[in-house]
């Protein structure tokens, strides 16, 4: 398990914005060692290199959650870009009033790192956990009529660090502000070209304590129109929801994509079948 890195210390964002912002050896050992290499050495597609990848047999004393939080830092280096953004997803009650919903993927973004990922506050608000890799792709639903940016943000930050960022944003509500949005993937010639900042509608944004991963999500309109007043996913899939984001079912996109996303990695860590 990589050293552990200290508990960040909260940073200060700036206040609540009254409206929404405008957009802008032995032989033995030989052989041991071969085999380690061996075991290192697979094919992957997301990263393109997986020399440095973890082990999946888990060092003795380790348990299980921590052999599973370390792979979680290097297992997009491995996992193939089909099993964490699968090209068709497929959930039988996510949409409003629980109806069936599909999606297929309109493309992968090139492995990064996390800058102008997201807007600046939510940005600064995530400093403190670091960023190792920024992973995304965006999903149309099956009538094309709406689009959605799934990401994976891997971070620096130890077990203590990923809890001390989750109760920050669960006790000062910032995945609700509307100043703190992820900031969409439009691949070209797709019905996402048109998914900027101004169009983007619903958006999801959590942290996971047992994974170094931060997942998040947004969605928007595929016709390109502009939302003035974007809704959190939790407020959108309200029953009692009557915004236009909630009742095109932008909300129930935007969390069930980061749901199913989320499993694909935490089964790719844990070395186990989706």
Do not use: I, K, N, Y
């Given at each position: 398990m990589p050293a552990p890195v200290p508990t960040p210390v909260p940073v200060a964002l700036p206040p609540r914005p009254a409206r929404p912002p405008s957009v802008a050896g032995s032989g033995r050992a030989g052989r041991g060692a071969a085999a380690a290499v061996c075991a290192i050495l697979g094919t992957g597609l997301l990263g393109g290199a997986a020399a440095g990848g973890w082990l999946t047999a888990r060092p003795p004393g380790r348990t299980a959650a921590e052999a599973a939080y370390a792979r979680a830092a290097t297992?997009?280096?491995?996992?193939?870009?089909?099993?964490?953004?699968?090209?068709?997803?497929?959930?039988?009650?996510?949409?409003?009033g629980g109806a069936s919903r599909d999606w297929i993927?309109?493309?992968?973004?090139?492995?990064?790192?996390?800058a102008d990922a997201?807007?600046?506050?939510?940005?600064?608000?995530?400093?403190p956990a670091g960023c190792t890799r920024l992973l995304r792709a965006t999903y149309a639903d099956a009538t094309s009529s709406s689009v959605t940016?799934?990401?994976?943000?891997?971070?620096?930050?130890?077990?203590?660090?990923m809890r001390a960022?989750?109760?920050?944003f669960a006790a000062e509500r910032l995945d609700e502000r509307p100043d703190m949005l992820p900031r969409p993937y439009a691949p070209s010639g797709t019905p996402a070209e048109r998914f900027g900042e101004a169009q983007r509608a619903s958006w999801r944004?959590?942290?996971?304590?047992?994974?170094?991963?931060?997942?998040?999500?947004v969605s928007a309109f595929a016709d390109g129109r502009p939302v003035a007043r974007p809704q959190p996913a939790a407020r959108a899939v309200a029953p009692t929801a009557t915004t236009a984001p909630a009742e095109a079912g932008l909300g129930h996109d935007a969390t069930a994509l980061a749901a199913h996303v989320e499993r694909a990695y935490r089964a790719a860590a844990r070395g186990g079948a989706r």
């Open positions: 297992v997009w280096e491995t996992a193939p870009v089909d099993r964490l953004f699968p090209p068709a997803v497929h959930d039988a009650t996510a949409g409003p993927r309109l493309g992968v973004a090139p492995d990064t790192g996390c997201f807007d600046p506050a939510l940005a600064l608000a995530l400093r940016t799934v990401g994976l943000l891997v971070t620096e930050a130890d077990a203590d660090g960022l989750h109760d920050r944004v959590g942290m996971l304590t047992d994974l170094p991963v931060v997942v998040w999500s």
